[in-house]
């Protein structure tokens, strides 16, 4: 009973009731036999859930602190009344152990308090509570290096494509490495400038002749 206040004084319970966001009191009396019967209960959940000016448990002899009992209308034992900045939120008569329990887990949520290792559970972020510089961070839509990649139907027959190309050129080939590397599935490899276009035995944009604005040769500049 290390993590129970007991109730000595008017004064100690207001000062409970003020320094504590939650309070879980017990109203009972040394010759209530259900108050017996439940207090392993209580004692549990204290032990649990105790936390110093968060969440204090206490107990309140009915017989030695009836101005106490009296002000909050217990008249009967055992009774519970949770209370939070104050204020009676939840009241429990009788010993019932689902109820308090369920009343207790209830007035912890309102605390705010959150479960032991819950802060380790953040995705994508390290203890410090940042990534770590340095290391790529996976995001929906994006691989490690940060290019976007998209899943297309032409990627895939293009991927599908490239595949057997090079393999039945490199199956075909007495050199199959070499043949897979001039092959021209090969996306590595270097590909030839692409030959100029000829038009009227003249190349376009190439010498013989002024070219007017735009571009647009007539039959006279042919001549020149």
């Known amino acids: 009973m290390g993590a129970i206040v007991k109730i000595g004084s008017s004064n100690e319970w207001q000062r409970i009731l003020g320094s504590s966001t939650i309070v879980v009191a017990d109203f009972y009396a040394d010759w209530c036999g259900p108050c017996k019967m439940i207090a392993p209960t209580f004692e549990s959940l204290s032990t649990k859930y105790s936390k110093p000016g968060r969440i204090t448990f206490c107990k309140v002899d009915v017989d030695s602190q009836q101005a106490i009992a009296s002000a909050h209308g217990v008249s009967a034992m055992p009774t519970f009344l949770v209370f939070r900045s104050g204020s009676v939120i939840e009241t429990i008569r009788g010993a019932n152990p689902p109820a308090l329990t369920a009343a207790v ?56 494509l490239t595949f057997f190309g090079l393999y039945f ?56």
Request: net charge positive; proline share 10%.
């Open 169 to 224: 050129v490199s199956l075909l080939s007495f050199d199959p490495y070499k043949a897979a590397e001039n092959s021209d599935f090969n996306i590595n490899k270097p590909r030839a400038a692409p030959a100029p276009i000829q038009t009227k035995g003249q190349k376009v944009g190439g010498q013989g002749g002024a070219a007017r604005p735009g571009g647009v040769r007539t039959l006279s500049d042919l001549g020149r």
């Open 105 to 160: 887990e209830k007035a912890v949520k309102l605390a705010g308090t959150s479960t032991p290792g819950a802060s380790f559970n953040r995705p994508g972020r390290t203890l410090g509570g940042t990534p770590s510089s340095g290391t790529p961070v996976r995001r929906s839509g994006q691989q490690l290096g940060g290019r976007p990649w998209r899943l297309s139907p032409f990627h895939f027959f293009n991927a599908i």
